[in-house]
């Protein structure tokens, strides 16, 4: 089981020439994903961006957002004065700190692909490549 953050939902779901075919390979080495349901915005908004600009058909963009909620599994943060103190002495938005303080408190990986993520938290952040080794 893993932390993922949104992007490496996006890059599993959107094709990226950079990071789908890595992201597909994290898939495959471990299928049980989970995110703070933060993740369900914050994709849903990136998807109907992409449907905004004409890079997602309408029909795609439910069939993608459907698919992605049975693959991510959702975590409710208990731990709510970690994900305070990580918002409050780091750099990162309110919303990074949810998918750092999730992986925390489950003791798992993060794997995001965002550097100022992985360097402020490299004790529990890590990248898709590094995690595969």
């Known amino acids: 089981m893993i932390v993922v953050?949104?992007?490496i939902i996006a890059y599993l779901f959107v094709r990226n020439d950079e990071f789908t075919p890595i992201t597909k390979e994290l898939y495959r080495k471990d299928r049980s994903w989970i995110a703070p349901s933060l993740w369900k915005f914050e994709f849903f908004?990136?998807?109907n961006l992409?449907?905004?600009r004409s890079l997602l058909a309408e029909e795609d963009m439910k069939d993608i957002y459907f698919k992605?909620?049975?693959t991510v599994e959702t975590v409710d943060l208990v731990d709510l004065s970690f994900l305070?103190?990580?918002a409050s002495t780091s750099?990162?938005?309110g919303y990074d700190?949810?998918?750092v303080a999730l992986a925390n408190e489950k003791n798992l990986s993060l794997i995001t692909e965002d550097k100022r993520i992985r360097n402020e938290f490299?004790?529990?952040a890590v990248s898709i490549k590094d995690f595969l080794g």
Request: hydrophobic share 35%; glycine share 0%.
């Open 50 to 52: 992409y449907r905004k």
């Open 91 to 93: 750099d990162l938005t």
């Open 45 to 47: 908004n990136l998807l």
């Open 68 to 70: 992605s909620l049975e």
């Open 5 to 7: 953050d949104t992007n």
């Open 97 to 99: 700190a949810q998918f």
């Open 122 to 124: 490299s004790n529990i």
């Open 84 to 86: 305070y103190n990580v």
